[in-house]
């Protein structure tokens, strides 16, 4: 099961995770994988739906909570599933296992371990796949809106500064992280182009050469995050919210995160109390 486990591990390295969500798949698998032998499970194809079950049976009677129940079975499930994808096995034992729902109090918001569990779904080798992994990567780490990033143009973009301008009535700049600022060099450089089909500004195209329309956001988000099979229901409003978290998370002030995220009042951190307590980062 070892050399399962490995190769699951350098997937996850071939797609870009952070290395906090790396370790935390590991440490979710290997625990896994440490109960199965104390079962005398030494085959993942010997695996069925009731190893699993007692497995989150088996956390529950120590105590660990439904939250964190909930990840590890996250774990699980991208496990087998990367199992089935490489022909390892020849089904998914984790298809009806049901995990523990975990009540949450709007506003509602992800970890970056749930936000890497959906962009592990794009395929980044093709251009589409790149435009979406930046369109996700552009909500997650500015929290604007889906209507602010359809009115992104190129020049709003400003890799001296590291910058991201949203020019509308809520007129601001918006620091970029370096993992962003390395995607979207790689989309000025290899992808936008091959969307245009003529003259245009806009920074995120669709296939007939305009500027990706709001439905067009609202699908892909769709799309990937059914991939996942995260039990959420995520949409751009949860991304924006994960931002203000992190903001908050990384000592900005409530009236420094009211002017990035373009608040028209002041939020106190309490707003997202429960996404705080969950450690979202």
Known sequence: MEVRVEKFIKY????????????????????????LYSKDIVNYKEIDQVHISDFVNHMTLKGVSDSTIYRKSTTIKKFFSFLLKDDLITHNPTLEIKRPKVKRDLPDCISREEFDLIVTEIDKSSFVGKRDYLIFESLF????????????????????????????????????????????????????????????????????????????????????????????????????????????NSGKKPEQ?????????????????????????
Not at 19 to 33: A, V
Not at 187 to 198: G, L
Not at 257 to 281: A, P, Q, T, W
Request: aromatic share 10%; glycine share 4%; proline share 2%.
């Open 12 to 35: 996850l390295h071939s797609n870009n995770l952070s290395h906090n969500t790396i370790m935390s798949y590991e440490r979710d698998i290997r625990q896994f994988s440490k109960f």
């Open 141 to 248: 780490g500015t929290g604007i809106k889906v209507s602010e990033l359809i009115n992104v143009n190129v020049e709003d973009v400003n890799l001296t500064t590291n910058t991201l301008l949203i020019n509308n009535n809520n007129v601001r700049n918006i620091p970029l992280n370096k993992e962003l600022i390395e995607i979207i060099s790689d989309y000025f450089i290899n992808v936008r182009s091959n969307f245009i089909k003529h003259p245009t500004d806009a920074l995120f195209l669709n296939y007939k050469g305009d500027s990706i329309s709001r439905q067009g956001v609202w699908k892909i988000i769709k799309k990937y995050s059914h991939l996942s099979k995260l039990d959420k229901d995520i949409n751009p409003h949860i991304l924006r919210n994960s931002y203000a978290v992190h903001l908050f």
């Open 257 to 281: 995160v009211r002017k990035i995220m373009g608040y028209n009042h002041i939020i106190s951190s309490k707003y997202f109390s429960d996404c705080l307590r969950e450690g979202v980062e």
